[in-house]
């Protein structure tokens, strides 16, 4: 039997339109890099029950092995899985050092990281 694989997952999250291409921008990152993330916007904290304009992405730490806190992060947005039309990226900063998923194996495979958006909302 062998050993799982988590990575094996992310070509078919692609395939199938979860992942967003996000790239490390200067400054801030010790190198520039494109990767791909799963990106989720928090509205409401599960834990308080307050609302809440926290983003998250989560991504393969072999892609982006020096994002960190201070890095800035352009994010090519969609405007759904289902409608692949693509919006205008939008740049967020890594707010604080970029934590090993749970359950993500002891070699920390995914790695998540908590973003402030930068690029103003237009109205």
């Given at each position: 039997?062998?050993?799982?694989?988590?990575?094996k997952f992310?070509p078919?999250?692609?395939?199938?339109?979860f992942?967003?291409e996000?790239s490390t921008?200067l400054?801030?990152?010790?190198s520039a890099?494109?990767?791909l993330?799963?990106?989720k916007?928090?509205d409401?904290?599960p834990?308080?029950?307050?609302?809440?304009?926290?983003?998250?992405?989560?991504?393969?730490?072999?892609?982006a092995?020096?994002?960190a806190?201070?890095c800035e992060v352009?994010i090519?947005?969609?405007r759904?899985?289902l409608?692949s039309?693509v919006?205008?990226?939008?740049?967020y900063?890594v707010?604080d050092?970029?934590?090993?998923?749970?359950g993500?194996?002891?070699?920390?495979?995914?790695r998540c990281a908590?973003l402030?958006?930068l690029t103003p909302?237009?109205?």
């Open positions: 039997m062998s050993a799982f694989d988590p990575g992310w078919a999250f692609e395939k199938a339109g992942l967003l996000a921008q400054p801030g990152c010790t890099t494109t990767f993330v799963g990106y916007r928090i409401v904290d834990l308080t029950g307050m609302r809440s304009a926290d983003h998250e992405i989560e991504y393969q730490h072999e892609d092995p020096t994002l806190e201070g352009l090519q947005h969609k759904g899985v409608d039309t919006l205008d990226p939008v740049l900063k707010r050092k970029p934590r090993v998923k749970e993500s194996g002891s070699a920390g495979f995914f908590y402030t958006r909302f237009r109205g």
